[in-house]
């Protein structure tokens, strides 16, 4: 099990983020302790804020008082909501917080169950309470609740973590923080990119895209990375995550470097030549694009072909999993171009055509030697042809305000409760 502790000065922000998955039909109200109670059980924001009142007022000098848990049991472990109760009740006791008001919350919008604590971390008198080695405290906290309630230990979790294989990210799993970070480390260290486009299409292939962000904050100049979960539509879902969230290796420096590198280790290499025949070969021996493609799959190739909204191709990429390279179709050369190969396969379609025509006659037939492979190599043998939608890499970032700040409408309640306490603090003074 895993425990996560946040604290802020935003106690209302921590309540309504889980009372929303509340209304959502997305999480419950599974225990609250020391809290004023409703006749129903059922609680609005406003009530639940009524129990911290004291303590708040009561509050010396501490400016983060509000403390938000959240307790991550391995999705193997099948919890009760009981043992749910028991967990959250041990844990904020060892913690210090035991005579705290505390509500439980308890999400389920996601594979991995798990619940969330909200209190705060002064007590009735206004002064804080201790968090000397929180961290340490509580790891051996989470380490005696494992064993006493046969839980899934979080190193058995750290190991599994480590060995696993390459899977295209899924939404609605969560941890989608360690998701991406896996399936991104281990493209790096095993595949060559040398740029954004060549990057962004295989990311696509794991239902992840990236962007470059320029903007200004604090007056300086800033560029950075926002990762993206998409769909099997390859549409975005949630918000995007920025590369410092999942660290300094994915992000913004680190993928330039990276490029860099990529760009000299295959300056005087043979693979762009190898992977040149092999798709100019493809072309020999097929008139439609989807025949293309497959004939490319067979061999160890994944296509990704990118189209405006008139669905016109506009950039095509190939990922060779069997060197391990990514190449832009242009890269290549003039005649295996996006706009070549768009007006290949236009022609052919509204001719009819079966026979070789002149593009191709331009081809030399090489036979070459390569691997022959049914699938492609087997950490990617989920991999589909990727056809993506317009708009998949090129629309702009939502959500953004500046450079990284997320726009939020000012919410009524937040802002009486925050008048309140400020009203609460001058006649204390």
């Known amino acids: ?71 991550n049991p391995n999705p193997k472990d099948r919890v009760s909501d009981n043992d749910f109760i028991k967990l959250a009740e041990e844990y904020m006791k060892d913690m210090g917080y035991g005579d705290q008001p505390y509500v439980v919350f308890k999400h389920t919008d996601i594979d991995r169950i798990h619940i969330h604590i909200v209190s705060v971390t002064v007590d009735e008198y206004g002064r804080k309470i201790s968090d000397r080695f929180e961290k340490r405290r509580s790891m051996q906290v989470c380490r005696k609740l494992e064993h006493k309630y046969n839980l899934v230990t979080a190193a058995k979790n750290q190991n599994e973590k480590n060995e696993m294989s390459v899977k295209p990210v899924d939404y609605y799993k969560g941890n989608i923080k360690n998701q991406l970070s896996s399936v991104i480390r281990n493209l790096c260290n095993n595949y060559r990119f040398k740029t954004f486009g060549e990057y962004n ?93 497959e004939a490319l799959k067979s061999k160890g190739i994944n296509t990704i072909i990118r189209r405006n909204n008139t669905g016109r191709m506009y950039g095509i990429t190939f990922v060779d999993h069997n060197t391990k390279t990514v190449w832009n179709g242009s890269g290549l050369g003039k005649e295996l171009s996006a706009n070549s190969l768009d007006l290949q396969w236009r022609t052919d379609k509204c001719a009819g055509k079966t026979n070789e025509n002149d593009f191709k006659s331009k081809l030399p037939r090489l036979k070459i030697d390569y691997p022959s492979f049914e699938v492609t190599h087997y950490l990617f043998d989920f991999l589909e042809v990727a056809d993506l939608p317009y708009g998949a890499h090129n629309d702009v970032i939502d959500g953004f305000e500046g450079l990284f700040n997320f726009i939020s409408e000012p919410d009524p309640h937040e802002e009486d409760f925050t008048r309140q306490m400020k009203k609460r603090k001058r006649k204390k003074s």
Not at 226 to 253: E, T
Not at 259 to 278: A, E, G, P
């Open 1 to 71: 099990m895993i425990a996560k502790i946040g604290r802020s000065s935003n106690l209302y922000g921590a309540l309504a983020y889980n009372n929303r998955k509340v209304q959502q039909g997305n999480g419950k109200i599974l225990w609250t302790n020391k809290m004023i109670e409703t006749p129903n059980g059922q609680y609005t924001i406003p009530q639940l804020i009524e129990s911290f009142y004291p303590y708040l007022a009561a509050n010396r000098n501490t400016e983060k008082h509000t403390l938000h848990i959240s307790l």
């Open 201 to 293: 299409a295989l990311l696509s292939l794991f239902n992840i895209s990236v962007e470059k962000v320029e903007g200004e904050l604090g007056g300086r100049s800033q560029t950075g990375l926002v990762y993206f979960v998409l769909d099997n539509k390859k549409n975005r879902m949630g918000r995007p995550l920025k590369s410092s969230k999942i660290g300094k290796s994915v992000g913004v420096a680190a993928i330039e470097s990276y490029f860099q590198k990529s760009k000299t280790s295959l300056q005087n290499n043979s693979y762009k030549t190898l992977v040149k025949r092999m798709v100019e070969n493809a072309l020999q021996e097929t008139n439609k694009e989807k025949d293309f493609i």
